[in-house]
């Protein structure tokens, strides 16, 4: 599996359809439209629509954004849609399929979503390898030189792979994907935050480069949430990776206080964005620490062009621009 910032053939999206945590499913719309329209600035993206709504996705989607018909429950392509695998030596493009059950049975109504993936993969003529792990791809990250970082909140979540051992696991993920170590984080193991994917990576953690992380860290965290926090840095502290070098941490602090706090579920994490070709589309919140965020991706990122977008109307239903978009690799 290729790590995120290496070269994208396309992205893949998943047009908004039906999701409880959404007042407004046409502002959500309008904020899918946008993050879409933004990255097919950098890369081509194609958005999967239900048939019920091709007419309203066509109007909101750029020329650039290719639509692609097919039955979808929910739209957070980066957990339904297949994790994107590349040969080393020839270059051929696969996917690995996982078995997807809704973050754990979150809806009863996922029986699309769980095709998603395979249907994808058909689509694009590319081979499918079908994991037997309940997964989803916000649950880990890459970084393409070997290394897989997790939390066992998620793989060893009874409500996903009930009975699994760690061992069993990292046979399994790294069959899936080609990594030779796996980093393990504990995540949100006693379900004590309100994240309804149990502590999905992408809103911790990502890699810069291989031996590089984020980590971001919320400065008005308190209690348990504290806690959680804590830990998994250590974790990430105490790790080697698959060359057997300890991690560089680079901790991104942000005052979360100010962002969405009247909502039950609200992605405020400005970890989950995206790298397309040349540039990084980040969450905006409109709130201060907006610009504080910006300019320090663009010193971490220095080549890549950053571009915000307001995911306001995306966040309430619990993910951001990293857990609504998937890339396929060039």
């Not at 194609?46 to 020329?63: H, K, L």
């Not at 998603?116 to 393409?144: K, P, Q």
């Not at 309804?196 to 990576?201: A, E, P, Q």
Request: aromatic share 8%.
């Amino acid at each position: 599996m290729p790590a995120e910032w290496t070269p994208h053939q396309r992205c893949w999206m998943a047009w908004p359809s039906r999701h409880i945590q959404w007042d407004d499913l046409g502002q959500a719309e309008k904020a899918y439209a946008n993050v879409a329209n933004t990255i097919a600035d950098f890369e081509p993206v194609t958005m999967v629509v239900g048939a019920e709504n091709i007419q309203s996705a066509r109007g909101q989607c750029g020329n650039n954004v290719e639509l692609l018909e097919m039955p979808i429950d929910d739209s957070w392509m980066r957990d339904t849609g297949p994790s994107f695998l590349k040969h080393r030596d020839s270059g051929m493009v696969a996917g690995t399929d996982w078995r997807f059950n809704c973050w754990g049975g979150y809806t009863p109504d996922y029986q699309q979503d769980a095709q998603v993936a395979g249907r994808i993969l058909n689509h694009l003529g590319y081979d499918a390898y079908h994991s037997s792990l309940t997964m989803e791809g916000g649950g880990l990250h890459v970084d393409g030189n070997g290394t897989l970082v997790t939390c066992e909140s998620v793989v060893l979540n009874p409500n996903r792979n009930w009975g699994l051992d760690k061992k069993q696991a990292e046979v399994e993920l790294c069959s899936a994907t080609g990594a030779k170590k796996v980093i393990w984080l504990p995540g949100d193991l006693k379900g004590d935050t309100a994240d309804m994917t149990d502590g999905h990576i992408d809103g911790i953690m990502c890699f810069v480069k291989p031996g590089v992380v984020i980590f971001e860290m919320d400065s008005a965290s308190e209690g348990i949430e504290r806690k959680l926090e804590q830990e998994n840095r250590r974790a990430l502290e105490l790790a080697r990776d698959a060359q057997g070098r300890k991690l560089e941490i680079i901790d991104l602090v942000v005052d979360h206080s100010e962002i969405g706090q009247e909502f039950d579920l609200f992605c405020s994490s400005y970890i989950n964005f995206y790298l397309p070709n040349g540039g990084l589309v980040l969450p905006r919140y409109g709130v201060g620490s907006d610009d504080m965020v910006r300019d320090f991706y663009a010193t971490v990122f220095s080549d890549r062009k950053i571009v915000s977008v307001d995911i306001n109307a995306i966040a309430p239903g619990g993910g951001g621009i990293h857990c609504i978009t998937q890339q396929q690799p060039a």
